[in-house]
């Protein structure tokens, strides 16, 4: 009887062994398969969180370790910028007037317009005296080729460009423009159901304030989009004899470039000296004559006044009485 208990006991005891083993082989064979095919391990509880951000509306994995792909974002924020672009520059040409009309021809292809237009000098006396002061505006699109149309065709002796961002002014002027509209349609409503004569006056003495208001933001966003959409170049352009010449960077090309400098400007100033005398030649002959005669003049005057001391006037001799003939006769 022992005998058998004993061998029963030893029969289930291998029986359940060999169940337990194939048990905790099937669950490492589908953690294993879980873990291959990246499922999230449902057993254990185990879940994915992804978070939303609401301002760019871009969903990430925190648990994925990469960073969320705002590019969109980036690329909305900068298409949406409000830039006010300004350029300066000051330039040289040999061509005074084919040089402006160019210019006006290009102003007018590129749909710009010229705002401001000023241009002094004359040329009877020098040649490169005449200087031209404008200020164009030119669609931002166009304006880079417009500088460069402009570099090409003269010397540019002085460039300057800013940029100013106006987003911000921009979009909360755009708000308070919303806001007041907004407010302006329920005075409206309001102002259609009153029926007090105060009331009446109270609503429209505010919507009289609200569109002041309205207007005067308004005509500030169209400046802004003006501004924005047609940048801002002003143009000095000085008529010139010689373009100025680039100055070297060693001694020998800045020695180089200043004496060529002084032989142009002894030249230039012996040239502008003859211009001068032709110019002002019939009040040099005038003064002249008028010189001569006083020349003359004057020295007739002094021949005389030196024959006169050479040649006195001879002196008139009285005779005195003598003695005897002062005495009286006795």
Request: hydrophobic residues 35%; proline residues 3%.
């Amino acid at each position: 009887m022992h005998k058998g208990k004993s061998f029963k006991t030893i029969f289930f005891f291998i029986v359940f062994t060999l169940i337990t083993a194939c048990s905790s082989k099937n669950e490492t064979s589908e953690n294993q398969l879980n873990r291959e095919s990246g499922s999230p391990d449902v057993s254990r509880g185990t879940k994915t969180e992804m978070n939303y951000d609401t301002s760019t509306g871009i969903t990430s994995d925190p648990d994925s370790g990469e960073e969320p792909d705002d590019t969109a974002g980036k690329d909305s924020v900068s298409t949406n910028r409000k830039l006010i672009r300004r350029i300066s520059m000051d330039l040289e040409t040999l061509e005074f007037k084919s040089t402006l009309d160019l210019i006006a021809k290009e102003v007018n292809t590129s749909g710009g317009y010229i705002e401001k237009s000023e241009i002094q000098g004359s040329g009877y006396e020098e040649r490169g005296n005449r200087y031209a002061n404008l200020v164009i505006r030119i669609p931002k699109s166009e304006v880079d080729s417009f500088i460069n149309l402009v570099d090409k065709n003269t010397n540019v002796i002085n460039k300057q460009e800013s940029i100013e961002d106006i987003t911000l002014n921009y979009v909360d002027t755009e708000s308070h423009v919303k806001a007041l509209e907004i407010e302006q349609e329920r005075l409206l409503s309001l102002l259609e159901k009153a029926g007090k004569l105060e009331d009446i006056i109270t609503l429209e003495d505010r919507l009289s304030d609200v569109r002041y208001e309205l207007e005067k933001y308004a005509s500030t966003l169209r400046t802004y989009d003006n501004l924005v959409e047609y940048s801002t170049v002003t143009l000095t352009v000085n008529e010139v004899v010689r373009i100025t010449p680039a100055e070297g960077k060693n001694a020998w090309d800045r020695m180089g470039t200043g004496l060529r400098d002084s032989l142009y400007n002894i030249r230039n100033g012996f040239i502008n000296f003859i211009v001068w005398f032709v110019v002002n030649g019939p009040y040099i002959i005038i003064w002249g004559i008028i010189l001569v005669i006083l020349a003359l003049i004057g020295i007739k005057i002094n021949k005389k006044y030196n024959k006169t001391l050479q040649n006195p006037p001879a002196k008139i001799v009285i005779p005195q009485e003598s003695d005897q003939e002062k005495e009286p006769d006795k």
